[in-house]
């Protein structure tokens, strides 16, 4: 079965500082992968997905599937960057749709 | 354009009880879903439906039926509610594989 593991629950780092989400993901088939933010007070939304291999408020994300990995980064936080983070996994045979435990990221002034 | 939209947006039910959350999409959307979101456990898939006239189990269908009534809804319905199932429901929509999902607003629900 597909899993989508994110190790850490919370994450607080200060402006300025890299930060890193992880993402660890187990699936038999070849992956599809997506990051999704939640804002305080806001619905659930699209952050980036590795097929597009792009930038999104100055993340990226690459996916090393050697292991197994589509961890999220950012060079420089930014205090709006603070949310929950979520890595999901989509199979390749269907449309279900999972996602991991999420990542509470704090980004202190 | 309303988007995705989900009715309740809170309810408190007692132990035994049942309800139905309902969801409605105006997006011309072929796969729907319904996600609990547990602290620490992040959101889990409790039944997906990729086009009308289909559904399937996610991770965590036990006490939970689904229907997907047109095109347009997807409701979810605890037939006995218990305080386990005390969560936060989120209902999603999709186009097609791999595009972007779209979520409502929530229902938080509570059972006492």
């Known amino acids: 079965a597909q899993r989508v593991t994110q190790p850490e629950k919370l994450l607080s780092v200060f402006k300025g500082a890299p930060v890193e989400l992880k993402c660890n993901y187990s699936?038999?088939?070849?992956?599809?992968l997506f990051w999704y933010v939640q804002y305080s007070r806001q619905r659930l939304q699209l952050l980036l997905r590795?097929?597009s291999r792009e930038s999104i408020k100055g993340f990226t994300a690459d996916l090393n599937k050697g292991e197994t990995s589509f961890h999220l980064k950012k060079p420089f936080a930014q205090e709006e960057d603070s949310a929950m983070y979520y890595c999901?996994?989509?199979?390749?045979?269907?449309?279900?749709?999972?996602f991991g435990e999420g990542t509470q990221l704090t980004v202190n002034p | 354009n309303a988007g995705v939209t989900q009715t309740p947006k809170f309810q408190v039910l007692k132990t035994g009880q049942s309800m139905t959350l309902q969801c409605a999409q105006d997006?011309?959307?072929?796969?729907m879903y319904w996600y609990r979101q547990d602290p620490g456990m992040g959101l889990r898939l409790i039944y997906y439906?990729?086009?009308?006239?289909?559904?399937d189990k996610g991770e965590v269908p036990n006490g939970y039926n689904v229907s997907r009534l047109n095109k347009r809804e997807f409701s979810l319905r605890l037939e006995s509610a218990a305080p386990s199932q005390t969560s936060v429901y989120f209902c999603?929509?999709?186009?097609?594989?791999?595009?972007?999902?779209?979520f409502g607003q929530g229902t938080r629900l509570t059972v006492v």
């Open positions: 999603a929509t999709r186009s097609v594989v791999n595009t972007e999902a779209f």
């Open positions: 699936y038999s088939g070849s992956p599809e």
């Open positions: 590795h097929i």
């Open positions: 999901a996994l989509e199979e390749t045979s269907g449309s279900r749709l999972t």
């Open positions: 997006m011309n959307h072929n796969s």
């Open positions: 439906s990729a086009s009308e006239g289909t559904t």
